[in-house]
């Protein structure tokens, strides 16, 4: 490994924490941006010709045309010379201020550039969402929303966490447990997880509604609850540390413990 002062280390497996993606031929690491060079270039070579023509003021060339009263240019110097002046006295600042054209030329047209014919608003869009795809981005999150609709995006989101995070978290937590644990951590069962509850948070509803089942079910309990949407414990007095249980009647209750005076093998007969 070369470091910041230019010189050469070697470092033993051990030292390096080293994430693993997919490699196709099993020791180099797959390249997104390899993969899709030439997408990549096209996407520039438009925002060049984008530029170019905004900074011309999207105004095209013009062709200058001479009556049939006028033989033309006497030389090609002649020609260079006028189309120079003519270039320099009307572009950039003085663009828009009048022109004089000499006797016998006239502006014959305009030439034009429809970027709706040249497909340029499409071959942006299109190619923005070839390079996101290429990560697996859905495309509303580059900005292309022609097809985004409130319930698909929401969606997207959650199926961008689950099939593109995830992997990349899955990675990260088998290099950690490999490089970062010690034997004895290992078989007493540790393990290393990246939490993404965040970000699969769904709305507001749902997500309540998913909390209140495992509420009831006894899987959870109110501070665990409250801990989950960044809310301040309650005190294990007013219920904050109890769970439900389900009784014989099937309804759920608080699982108040075994009453005062009765023991665990009473309470269960």
């Not at 000499?102 to 969402?129: C, H, I, S």
């Not at 290099?175 to 948070?201: K, P, S, V």
């Amino acid at each position: 490994m070369r470091l910041a002062n230019g010189e050469y280390r070697e470092f033993p497996a051990e030292e390096i924490l080293h994430v693993r993606g997919p490699a196709r031929d099993g020791l180099v690491g797959d390249s997104p941006v390899k993969d899709i060079a030439e997408a990549i270039a096209i996407e520039i070579a438009a925002e060049k010709y984008g530029a170019s023509v905004f900074g011309n003021h999207a105004q095209p060339g013009l062709i200058f045309e001479f009556d049939v009263t006028h033989q033309g240019f006497k030389s090609d110097e002649e020609q260079r010379q006028f189309l120079e002046s003519f270039r320099q006295a009307y572009s950039g600042m003085n663009r828009f201020k009048a022109a004089v054209i000499p006797k016998g030329l006239k502006v014959g047209q305009q030439l034009t550039v429809d970027n709706e014919k040249a497909q340029f608003l499409a071959t942006r869009q299109y190619q923005r969402t070839v390079i996101a795809a290429a990560w697996g981005v859905p495309p509303h999150m580059v900005g292309d929303l022609s097809k985004g609709t409130y319930n698909n995006v929401e969606q997207q989101s959650l199926d961008f966490v689950q099939q593109v995070v995830l992997p990349y978290v899955r990675m990260f937590e088998a290099a950690m447990e490999r490089q970062l644990l010690t034997d004895e951590e290992r078989d007493r069962g540790f393990i290393i997880r990246f939490n993404l509850d965040g970000a699969l948070r769904g709305d507001f509803k749902t997500r309540q509604e998913g909390l209140k089942i495992m509420r009831e079910a006894g899987v959870i309990n109110p501070n665990e609850w409250r801990e989950m949407e960044n809310m301040n414990p309650i005190s294990p007095e007013d219920g904050g540390e109890t769970y439900w249980v389900r009784g014989p009647s099937g309804q759920t209750g608080p699982d108040e413990g075994p009453a005062e005076g009765e023991d665990d093998e009473a309470r269960a007969a």
